[in-house]
């Protein structure tokens, strides 16, 4: 089941998050950034901070029947229409099970309930196989790149001095739909 986090949530967010993306443990699944960042991804704190500070942004959880936590997502309003997704995270264990898909499936309807007619993301232009994984998912690239923010630990310790992140898109609805599925519903 996949619902909104609260603030109790986040300890164990925040651990999940780095288990996934840094060190040793990110390894058992395949999205790791150890070999090119280091130190934590995030902290407790820092979520409960970003969550403060960014008006209608929220933590989805996805959870088993036993209430494990299994994933998480952040999604942030950035427009009248356009929602960003980040910190997108499987637990490294149980990742190429399925679960992402789920994960952003339930994303997506999310941010569409709030209006939300785009879904934005940005990958680490090295990731080549999560890029691909988006890619599957409908996200095209924009053209766009930001700034990796070099020089704030909070986000990790770059052990590369070329990293920055691709921007990419999904039109949700219709346009962003998979094509066998808009034809199937349009007759």
């Not at 109790?8 to 993306?21: F, G, K, P, R, T």
Request: hydrophobic share 40%; no cysteine.
């Amino acid at each position: 089941m996949v619902v909104t986090a609260t603030a109790a949530d986040l300890e164990e967010i925040a651990a999940l998050v780095n288990s996934a993306y840094r060190g040793e443990s990110s390894r058992a699944g395949w999205t790791t950034e150890a070999d090119y960042l280091a130190g934590q991804r995030t902290d407790a704190e820092r979520l409960r901070e970003q969550l403060a500070a960014t008006p209608g942004a929220v933590m989805l959880a996805m959870r088993d029947d036993d209430g494990a936590l299994l994933g998480s997502v952040w999604l942030e309003p950035r427009g009248v229409d356009v929602w960003h997704l980040g910190m997108f995270t499987i637990r490294p264990t149980l990742q190429s099970r399925g679960l992402g898909r789920t994960l952003l499936d339930e994303s997506e309807r999310f941010v569409k309930s709030r209006g939300a007619r785009r879904l934005r993301i940005a990958v680490i232009q090295l990731r080549e196989p999560l890029i691909a994984w988006y890619e599957r998912r409908g996200f095209r690239a924009t053209g766009e790149t930001d700034p990796f923010p070099y020089g704030d630990a909070r986000s990790g310790i770059p052990l590369r001095d070329d990293l920055q992140l691709l921007v990419f898109e999904k039109l949700l609805g219709d346009e962003g739909a998979d094509p066998s599925t808009r034809s199937a519903r349009s007759g």
